[in-house]
């Protein structure tokens, strides 16, 4: 579930306590009493507003590297990188900008002062458009443009056939959302360039994606709509568990397919293990993870739910088999109000580790959005978990005391 997503539950209680206040009003009360509590209500609403767009910015902390285990710092240079990857074969974390115009970046582990850079739009892609063959959809051909591209969730994979480094951006449009396929190429920098791209179905948005080794993907269907009236709509009715998307697997031979059994409330993230042959997804609305086993063709895939500690928004691998999952929380600014004065909202967040043999899940990290605001996204590499956020413009670093049983990321 989505920082948006969680200031429309607080809004949505705020009214419901508000509206049951006036009930009790007119039945134990009188119209009159309803008038005057009514004109209090709307001087103390303009009052505290007006109070609040006032105030002072919060504090932010520096743009430092933690120094120690338990501790929480960040990298600046980035707006919202809302989901986070890695590749072993580059050492590179990758992210994308969620906004209009967001780019596609990269940073050096091994050079973590440097920096965030771009991978996509630049210079060196800009002089190779696509990049040698196409990959995905034939009948996908058009570049995206980058003032209009707004990525969300990625994945990135090795190709084992020719060693490519592939990534596949899940970007929102107008008429339509798209998985948009990129390679990451060295020379004479590291750069990423445009392949391909697969047109998501009709009436479907995306949220997430997973390279399988194949050459296929999966992909997160969020919800048939998720902007005005309509997107409204289904967020609140995911809200309350009602099933709104599912999870769609496509290759080249078939297209487009839902997966039978993976229907959820408003699904997010989805990540899969490097085999390729088992995917956890996050069940937002109903705040469980769920497994997906594919069987053999012809018969629906095996999916198991887990409730979690909390609505997961993107779900992430560790080199252990558990499953780290991120949650908004209750935390942070007042709803509604945040957003006076032109303020982006800054909302808590907690990072949940779940043992899909097991099932049990406990909490690794739990921040107030002091240091890093509206997380989305938890990925640990090593001995340090990086933080993604959708409305913020760090990522976060967590170095975490030491985990039995970890190892480098082998993705």
């Not at 190429?185 to 479907?204: D, I, K, Q």
């Not at 399988?212 to 269907?221: C, E, K, R």
Request: glycine content about 12%.
């Amino acid at each position: 579930m989505s920082g948006g997503t969680l200031l429309l539950i607080r809004g949505v209680v705020v009214l419901v306590g508000f509206l049951l206040l006036c009930a009790i009003l007119v039945r134990f009360g009188s119209w009159r009493l309803l008038r005057r509590f009514l004109l209090v209500f709307v001087v103390l609403v303009i009052a505290g507003s007006y109070a609040y767009s006032r105030r002072a910015e919060p504090e932010r902390s520096t743009c430092a590297l933690p120094q120690a285990p338990g501790q929480l710092g960040v990298i600046c240079g980035v707006q919202n990188p809302e989901d986070l990857e890695y590749s072993t074969t580059l050492n590179l974390l990758l992210t994308a900008e969620l906004k209009p115009g967001g780019r596609l970046m990269g940073l050096r582990l091994d050079d973590l002062a440097s920096g965030p850079f771009p991978l996509w739009p630049n210079q060196i892609a800009d002089g190779d458009s696509t990049g040698g063959d196409q990959v995905g959809d034939p009948a996908c051909t058009q570049p995206p443009t980058p003032e209009f591209f707004m990525p969300h969730g990625l994945s990135v994979s090795s190709n084992r056939t020719d060693g490519a480094v592939r990534v596949a951006v899940v970007a929102h449009r107008e008429r339509g959302d798209r998985i948009e396929l990129f390679h990451l190429g060295e020379m004479p920098a590291l750069h990423a360039v445009w392949r391909g791209c697969v047109e998501l179905p009709h009436n479907t948005r995306g949220n997430d994606v997973a390279l399988l080794p194949d050459g296929s993907l999966v992909a997160t269907n969020f919800a048939p709509e998720v902007s005005g009236i309509m997107g409204w709509r289904y967020q609140m009715r995911g809200l309350l568990g009602v099933t709104t998307g599912d999870v769609m697997h496509w290759s080249l031979q078939k297209g487009w397919t839902h997966l039978v059994g993976t229907e959820g409330a408003i699904p997010n993230g989805i990540v899969a293990n490097a085999e390729g042959n088992t995917y956890y997804f996050a069940d937002g609305g109903g705040q469980r993870v769920g497994r997906i086993t594919p069987q053999p063709a012809g018969t629906a895939p095996l999916v198991v739910r887990t409730r979690i500690d909390g609505p997961p928004d993107n779900v992430t691998l560790t080199t252990r088999g558990t499953v780290l999952a991120t949650i908004a929380t209750f935390s942070g600014d007042v709803p509604v109000f945040c957003s006076l004065g032109g303020r982006v909202c800054r909302l808590g967040w907690r990072v949940v580790e779940f043992d899909p043999e097991t099932r049990e899940n406990v909490r690794v990290l739990e921040q107030d959005a002091s240091v890093v605001a509206t997380a989305t996204s938890a990925l640990e590499i090593g001995d340090r978990i990086f933080i993604g956020t959708m409305a913020d413009d760090r990522i976060g670093v967590y170095v975490r005391p030491p985990v039995a049983g970890a190892a480098p990321n082998s993705r």
